[in-house]
């Protein structure tokens, strides 16, 4: 995981390296899962139907799930990698945290999406009607079909991976807010055994406590107390 300040990210400040930032974990995934959805929305937008007709059974909504998750999936990662690059120059912690936050939920939730494409589009494909173009054709088209197929379950993984990250990020920098608040209202062991206030002048060496108004010292006057008489 990113180490560094406050959610995983360097000194606010610092200066961009480009090596560093393309080694990032979170970085190469998230190339990863760009070309993925690339190849995935390319390849049903170019092979996924035959004369107006998709491949996938004959569904034309499994094409534009397809396609919608890939163009959808495309942009965000965009989106994230410009936010990666300019998330170590953020001087606001609450900025980041909301960035990472985002990252985590849009994350998980597209995994989820590239899950239920893989399902869709495979069980489309195999059990649905499909009526292939002629001979000459056929190969570029399934090659496309199948393609998006396998690139939806890669990207399963590859999103996947990005919300774990983005889990560990956001679990990292709660834990550093806390870590950093948890010694307020703790006196240190230094301070424990000495008095909280200053001396009064003139009492040092002295008992810092009064004589109580009762005591075996003080005399009592009560026995020469005389009660009138009427």
């Known amino acids: 995981m990113d180490g560094g300040g406050a959610y995983g990210a360097g000194m606010a400040g610092s200066p961009f390296d480009p090596k ?7 970085v190469i995934l998230r190339i990863v ?4 959805s690339i ?9 996924g139907s035959y004369k107006g007709r998709c491949l996938y059974g004959g569904d034309n909504n499994a094409c534009g799930y397809g396609i919608g998750i890939g163009v959808i999936a495309f942009m965000a990662s965009v989106i994230f990698l410009i936010l990666d690059a300019v998330f170590d120059s953020m001087s606001s912690v609450q900025h980041r945290k909301y960035v990472v936050i985002a990252d985590m939920l849009f994350s998980g939730l597209w995994t989820f999406m590239w899950f239920v494409g893989f399902c869709y589009l495979t069980n489309k494909w195999t059990s649905g009607t499909v009526i292939l173009p002629p001979v000459m054709d ?4 399934v090659n496309s079909v199948q393609a ?5 379950f890669f990207s399963i993984g590859s999103w996947g991976g990005l919300t774990v990250l983005a889990v560990l990020k956001y679990r990292k920098g709660v ?9 307020y209202g703790d ?13 009064f002048p003139g009492s040092e060496g002295t008992d810092p406590y009064q004589e109580p108004p009762f005591g075996p010292g003080k005399e009592d ?3 020469d107390y005389q009660p009138p008489t009427y």
């Open 175 to 183: 834990s550093d807010a806390f870590s950093s608040t948890e010694g």
């Open 39 to 47: 190849i995935v929305f390319g390849c049903i937008a170019a092979g």
């Open 148 to 152: 998006a197929i396998a690139f939806s």
């Open 138 to 141: 056929q190969a570029h088209f």
């Open 221 to 223: 006057t009560s026995a």
């Open 33 to 36: 899962s760009w070309v993925f």
């Open 187 to 199: 006196p240190s062991p230094a301070t424990q055994g000495s008095a909280p206030y200053s001396s």
């Open 20 to 26: 560093t930032f393309i080694k990032k974990p979170s």
